[in-house]
């Protein structure tokens, strides 16, 4: 793309072009992860769907490379293409909360943190992901998961609507009554069929929850994880706890002892009553003792950012997931394997529940294909060292791969790693592939938004 592209799009277009001769150019590229170093031609950052509107027509008419920004959380780096263009929604980091109808509308380019601070103020809040700075946009439209979903399902189960500027630069408001199947298609379908000006929640009275971790010796993993296969599904709807093997961080709360040893572990959240919270916990001594057991009540917002310290933006990550229904046998023996052989402190393994209310909707219901899936598990090689990037990434990629055979099949599809292939993105949206296509075909015919985990339109 050349400098008098970047120029007329300066005068089209109401705000700021930035471009690489600019000062503030080098922040602007900058993303959560950063094995990721991509320089676009131009980043445009928008404040209302108006200007998302004019700068889609831009693009589109000059035949230029498209991305969107919406947290600029995503590992592969979806939200920035080399030489393109990217709409950078971060300036529209708006919240308003109707405290009557328990509803929040948020900007397209807000975060968790900004949601879950302005509903909390009335003692509300709806399912989201784990670190406060990940963007709404691409949590939501990948499906969202987190503490509150065994309670209150997926993040885009609370999906009420969606304001949406499409490929030919139209806006439509996406509903159950309104452009149902689009608004089908965005519940799970990333960001193939337009920009989200903004997102409308349903709310659910939730305020101060129990946070827990527990950790045990990596000698017990094996009957941990044969203990927590079977107890976390059977327990009430209130409790989330998903399971790590990790690298026990160096402060607090964990006692000195346990910091820097390779364990196992289940991070905690209880969203029921505080009364009867130690009978919630009861039964984490019977795979084995603890070496660590913290509980402590803590409002909701502060849960969604305790891990925020750990891994601040600007890491080197790979990622790589996948749904289970079970943890079979075989698959307790890899991860024993992979976690005593953890190459780097802040490489980790999550199992994610998204059983309970997340299993709540039918198969068919929205683009979201696993509903029978009991975990969400994502394999994470991280690190801020640029020189381990690639130990990192073979740990991440070699667990997964002898992980796979024990998984269903598929993944979800914010935790697909850079380079996977198409047939990835198929087994994501298993039996629902068909008829994102046929969506993606009606709303976006020549895929003009390829920059993400690409559904191709339909022939
Ligand atoms: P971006 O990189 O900005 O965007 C990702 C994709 O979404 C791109 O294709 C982009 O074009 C598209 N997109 C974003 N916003 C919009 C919009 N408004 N309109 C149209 N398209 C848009 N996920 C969970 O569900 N639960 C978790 O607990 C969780 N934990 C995480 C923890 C960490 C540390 C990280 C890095 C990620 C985590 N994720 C989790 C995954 C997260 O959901 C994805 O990385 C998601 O893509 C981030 O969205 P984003 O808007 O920040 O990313």
């Given at each position: 793309m050349d400098g008098t592209t970047v120029e007329a799009m300066r005068t089209a277009l109401r705000g700021p072009v930035i471009g690489p001769q600019d000062p503030e150019y080098d922040e602007a590229r900058k993303i959560y992860n950063a094995?990721?170093?991509?320089?676009?031609?131009?980043?445009?950052?928008?404040?209302?769907?108006?200007?998302?509107?004019?700068?889609?027509?831009?693009?589109?008419?000059?035949?230029?490379?498209?991305?969107?920004?919406g947290g600029g959380h995503s590992g592969p780096g979806l939200c920035l293409v080399e030489d393109g263009v990217t709409i950078d929604l971060s300036p529209m980091r708006w919240v308003r909360v109707d405290p009557v109808a328990k509803t929040a509308q948020v900007g397209g380019g807000a975060q968790l943190g900004d949601l879950d601070h302005a509903a909390h103020?009335?003692?509300?809040?709806?399912?989201?992901?784990?670190?406060s700075t990940t963007g709404v946009g691409g949590l939501t439209l990948g499906g969202g998961h987190g503490y509150l979903t065994r309670k209150y399902g997926l993040t885009v189960d609370n999906l009420l609507s969606a304001d949406v500027v499409l490929a030919d630069g139209s806006f439509v408001t996406a509903s159950e009554d309104d452009h149902q199947d689009l608004f089908w298609a965005l519940r799970g379908g990333g960001g193939n069929f337009g920009v989200v000006t903004s997102f409308t929640y349903r709310l659910?009275?939730?305020?101060?929850?129990?946070?827990?971790?527990?950790l045990w010796s990596l000698d017990s993993i094996g009957d941990v994880l044969q203990w927590y296969r079977d107890f976390l599904p059977s327990a009430p709807e209130d409790l989330y706890g998903f399971f790590a093997g990790l690298v026990?961080?160096?402060?607090?709360?964990?006692?000195?002892?346990?910091?820097?040893?390779?364990?196992?572990?289940?991070?905690?959240?209880?969203?029921?009553?505080?009364?009867?919270?130690?009978?919630?916990f009861a039964a984490v001594t019977d795979p084995a003792p603890p070496a660590f057991h913290f509980t402590a009540p803590l409002p909701y917002p502060a849960v969604q950012s305790t891990f925020d310290e750990l891994i601040p933006?600007?890491?080197?990550?790979?990622?790589?997931?996948d749904f289970f229904d079970r943890i079979?046998?075989?698959?307790?023996?890899?991860?024993?394997?992979?976690?005593?052989?953890?190459?780097?402190?802040?490489?980790?393994?999550?199992?994610y529940p998204v059983d309970a209310a997340g299993q709540r909707a039918g198969q068919g219901d929205m683009a979201w294909a696993y509903r029978d899936a009991v975990w969400s598990g994502v394999i994470g090689g991280?690190?801020?060292?640029?020189?381990?990037a690639e130990t990192v990434r073979r740990w991440a990629v070699d667990y997964w791969e002898e992980l796979h055979p024990h998984s269903m099949g598929g993944a979800y599809v914010n935790f697909l790693g850079a380079g996977e292939s198409q047939d990835r993105v198929k087994t994501t949206y298993r039996g629902n592939y068909d008829r994102l296509a046929q969506i993606k075909r009606t709303y976006d015919a020549d895929n003009l938004f390829h920059a993400n985990q690409n559904i191709r339109p339909a022939q």
């Open positions: 094995m990721i170093d991509r320089r676009p031609a131009a980043i445009v950052p928008c404040r209302d769907a108006g200007d998302v509107m004019n700068a889609v027509d831009f693009i589109r008419d000059h035949g230029l490379e498209l991305a969107v920004r103020a009335f003692g509300l809040a709806t399912p989201g992901g784990i670190i659910h009275p939730v305020h101060t929850v129990v946070f827990g971790v527990t026990v961080p160096p402060g607090p709360p964990f006692p000195e002892e346990i910091h820097g040893r390779k364990m196992c572990g289940v991070v905690w959240c209880w969203t029921g009553d505080l009364d009867v919270v130690d009978k919630a933006t600007g890491l080197q990550w790979y990622w790589r997931g079979t046998d075989g698959a307790i023996d890899v991860h024993a394997k992979y976690v005593e052989g953890i190459p780097t402190d802040l490489c980790t393994m999550h199992l991280i690190d801020p060292d640029p020189a381990n």
